[in-house]
Structures are given as structure tokens and as C-alpha cells.
């Protein structure tokens, strides 16, 4: 079991940054697998970026290729989403996930969430 806490969202103009974290607890939690994953109002839950356990394979979703950057800190047991160049598309909930052995893109893969933290970008 492992528990998933994000914090960092906040309202930004656009092309502004913001950068998300992720706090991990429990048993062996840094040899997860971890995605961050958003959802705007009316949509559905959407692949952001994801990691692998030792942090030496990450993927994104082609709406943030280029502009986000996930990374972690298995030492702090944080995961971190570095979002630059926001755009008011950019505005949902953020949610960080975890799961075990291999990647997901698939939001069902993960069986471990976080609350959500609120990203809202102004235009």
C-alpha cells in the first residue's frame, strides 16, 4: 500500500510555470512506478507523464511533450512535474498514481491516487 499526496497547484497566467510534487509514503513506496495524470471538467482523465521506479524512463502525453518534465527524488520520496509554458488547455486537476512493475499510460493501471491538487491557468 502506498499514499499519495500532491501539492503546488495554484492559479498562473499564461505561459507561466508551476511545479507539482508528489509525496510517497509507505511500504517500499519508491520502487513504484508513477504517473501524473489530469482531468479538466466534462473530460476525461487524462496521461500527463509517467516514470519508472528509478527514475531513468520517462513518457509523456503529446499535449505536454516539450513542456513538462517529471522527475523524482526516491531518497525524499517525492515525485516532482516541472510545467512550463502553461496555457489555459493546461487548466484541470492534477493527479499523481502509482503502480507497480511497469508503465502505464492507462489510468485504470494504476491503482494507488492522490486527492488532486488545482492547476488553473489564466489567459
Known amino acids: 500500500q502506498v499514499q499519495l499526496v500532491e501539492s503546488g497547484g495554484g492559479l498562473v497566467q499564461a505561459g507561466g510555470s508551476l511545479r507539482l510534487s508528489c509525496a510517497t509514503s509507505?511500504?517500499?513506496?519508491?520502487?513504484?512506478?508513477m504517473g501524473w495524470f489530469r482531468q479538466a471538467p466534462g473530460k476525461q482523465r487524462e496521461f500527463v507523464a509517467g516514470?519508472?521506479?528509478?527514475?531513468?524512463?520517462?513518457n509523456y502525453g503529446d499535449s505536454v511533450k516539450g513542456r513538462f518534465i517529471i522527475s523524482r527524488d526516491n531518497v525524499k520520496n517525492t515525485v516532482y512535474l516541472q510545467m512550463n509554458s502553461l496555457n489555459p488547455e493546461d487548466t484541470a486537476i492534477y493527479y499523481c498514481?502509482?503502480?507497480?512493475?511497469?508503465?502505464?499510460?492507462?489510468?485504470?493501471?494504476?491503482?494507488?491516487w492522490g486527492q488532486g491538487t488545482q492547476v488553473t491557468v489564466s489567459s
Open positions: 498514481a502509482a503502480r507497480i512493475f511497469v508503465m502505464s499510460t492507462g489510468a485504470n493501471d494504476y491503482p494507488y
Open positions: 509507505g511500504r517500499a513506496s519508491s520502487r513504484y512506478v
Open positions: 516514470i519508472s521506479w528509478d527514475g531513468h524512463v520517462t
